[in-house]
Structures are given as C-alpha cells and as structure tokens.
C-alpha cells in the first residue's frame, strides 16, 4: 500500500442490538406470564385435566396477543387494544408478584411437612385469592376521584405577607384509552373546594393527542385559583404534540410554562413560579423544547423565593444549583402498583412526599392524580395535594 492510498473503513453495524432487545423481551414476558402459570398450575396440584388445559390456554393467548395489543394500543393510538393491553399488563404484574411470595410460602409449607398436592393447591389459592382482592382493590383505587393530601411547606425565604400561600398540585393525570370524563369534572370540583391561590399541573396530562383527548382535558377550563393556574410538559407530552398541549392549555385559560416564570405578589412580597420542560424534551427533537431553567429564571432578583414545577424528581440538580426553595414534580406515580415503586427509586432521587436536597431545596413529589396505563393502584394511592407555604 502507497502512503497516498486511503482506506475507508465502514462503522461496524449494531446488528447486535435488536437481538439483544428482542431477546431479553422474550426472557421478561416469559417471566412474567410463566411464572404466575407454573404457580396456579403446577402439575403437583393434580389439578383436573380440563383445569390444566383451559388455564394454560388462557395463559398462552394471553402471552401471544400481549405484544401486538401494546403496539396497536400505544404505537397506533387504538384505544381499544390499549384498554386490553394495559388491563393485561397489571393483572398479570400482581400475579407475577404475589406468585413470587406465594413460592416463597411454599417453602415454608415444605418445611412444615406439607406435602402435594396439598402443598401446592395452598399456594395456588393463596396466589388466586390475594391477586382477585388487590386487582378489585386497586381498580377502584385507580377509577376514584383522589384524596386530598394536605402537607405544609416552611421556606425560609418567603415573604410573611405569603405565609399560608395555598398551592394545588395536579399531575400525571394521563387521560388516555379509558374515558375518564366524568373522573376529570370530579377532580375539578374537589380542587375549587380547596380555595386555591395557585393552582399547578405537572405534566403528562394526557396519553394521545389533543383532538383524541379534548373532552377528558376540558374541566381543567373550571379549575379557579386567586393568583394563576400553571402547567408545565411531562415525558408522555413528548411522545405525542407537546406544543399543541401547550397551546391547548392556554386555550383553556392556563399559563404554560414553557422554560418562563410568573410572579405572584402580596402587599411588597414576591414568589417567583417557574417552570422549566420535561428532560425528555431536547431528546425528541422539538425545535425549542429543551428544560432550561436559566431561561425560566431570567429577570428574577437573587434573593426572591422560588417555586419551580419540574415534572420529573430527577430535575431537581439544577434546581439546588440554581438555589430553588421549592420544586413540586410527579412522573412517580408513587410506584402505581406495588412494589413497582422499587424501580423508580433506581431511576428517581424519590418516589413520593417531602424531601430536602441541599442547604435550600424542597422536593414535593406527588404521587400523581390519574394513572399510567393498567387502571390499578395498589399501596400507591392517587392524590390532589394541597400545599401550604409558611415563611420562617
């Protein structure tokens, strides 16, 4: 080879990773339907043949609809398919979990002296019995309008002429495959009792877009508050138009916060009310939509007090860098349905309620008003949160 030869060398292909992903898909669906079917069917029971097969097909449909349900029902937007598949997805989590602990029982029962098929028969009704009462449990936890979670919020740094500011917080409200309409005018009610000064919305209001979702979001017009109503985008918005619900809420009498500020004043006191995009934003591409919380905060004094909405916890670093009183987020949902909740917490500095975070910052996270997909809550109830700002 000539020193004046050029060799251009290809970027290798990562034909690896679909396969990688694809596979790891099949280990987790396997998991997750095949171990609630060895754990209500194992052929140490002795259950009746008809028993066994009508079971196993049921778990096999089930497995092999699952997929394609999900990519019609959210890669589509086909509500009807969303509806089945998010209702497969949460029965089919509690069983996995309560399976899990119900094998753990079978040991004990081992140890004990329990034989099959008594042995197994036990866990499978243990596992049947506490699986149907959570899932009726949590489906109405999820369907009910939330209750009101009162906390109360010391910042040093407000003004007296503030003390007692009342703040109402809405997040993650998702209204998606389920018509929650009628949902959607009961939590404007509940709100309009609590005398609100600001009244906030989080983010991810909503699971489709605006023409599909309209009338679920159209209460939010009804929501009063003395002093502003405020929302700021959510990952989910980022999936779909994030700028049409942007405008959408202006439309409806809200201000978006799109990377700005408003203030809020009481005789010669300020509180500063940010907001800042979702981190999600800049990754999808939208011209102008990235979290930006110098832009949200410019023109501010340095010794005024601020209440920033950021919808995910883990926005809350730029928040204590920038010397923020007080951000309120969701996106947690408190975990949803037990013990999901354990990986959030891998991914979020918090799940749900008050935490510090440096000498200034408050975190409130809500664990948010609707819900994400399969319609349960289970140990992770939904909330309005009221909170009430003291100065020192």
Known sequence: MSATETVTVRPARRVGRPLVFISALIVVLGLLFGVPWWTLLSSA??????????????????????????????????????????????????????????????????????????????????????????????????????????????????????????????????????????????????????????VCHTGDIADGSV?????????????????????????????????????????????????????????????????????????????GHQADLDAALAGTGADLPVLLLAHQPQQIGAAVAAGVDLQISGHTHGGQIWPFHYLVRVDQPTVQGLTRHGERTQLYTSRGTGFWGPPLRVFAPSEITLLTLRSA
């Open 45 to 198: 029971a002795q259950w009746p043949s008809p028993v066994g097969a009508a079971g196993s097909v049921l778990f096999g449909a089930a497995l092999l609809s699952f997929p394609a349900l999900m990519f019609y029902g959210h890669g589509r937007r086909v509500d009807w398919a969303a509806r089945i598949a998010d209702t497969t997805l949460g029965v089919v989590w509690v069983l996995f979990v309560w399976a899990i602990l119900g094998n753990v029982l079978r040991l004990g029962l081992a140890v004990a002296g329990v034989a099959d098929p008594a042995r197994s028969r036990v866990v499978a009704a243990f596992t049947l019995l506490v699986s149907a009462v959570l899932i009726g449990w949590g489906y109405v936890e999820a369907m009910r309008v939330p209750r009101v979670r009162r906390v109360e919020v010391v910042l040093p740094r407000l003004g007296r002429e503030l003390d007692g500011l009342k703040v109402a917080l809405l997040t993650d409200t998702h209204y998606g495959p389920i018509d929650r309409e009628r949902w959607s005018k009961g939590v404007t009610e509940v709100v309009n009792t609590l005398d609100a000064d600001i």
């Open 211 to 287: 023409d599909q979702r309209r009338a679920q979001a159209a209460p939010l017009a009804d929501i009063r508050a003395r002093d502003a109503r405020v929302y700021v985008t959510g990952n989910h918005e980022y999936m779909g138009d994030a700028q049409n619900w942007l405008d959408h809420m202006r439309e409806l009498g809200w201000e978006p916060l799109h990377n700005r500020h408003v203030l809020v004043r009481r005789g010669g006191d300020t509180l500063v009310v940010a907001g800042v995009d979702d981190r999600t934003a800049k990754s999808s591409g939208r011209p």
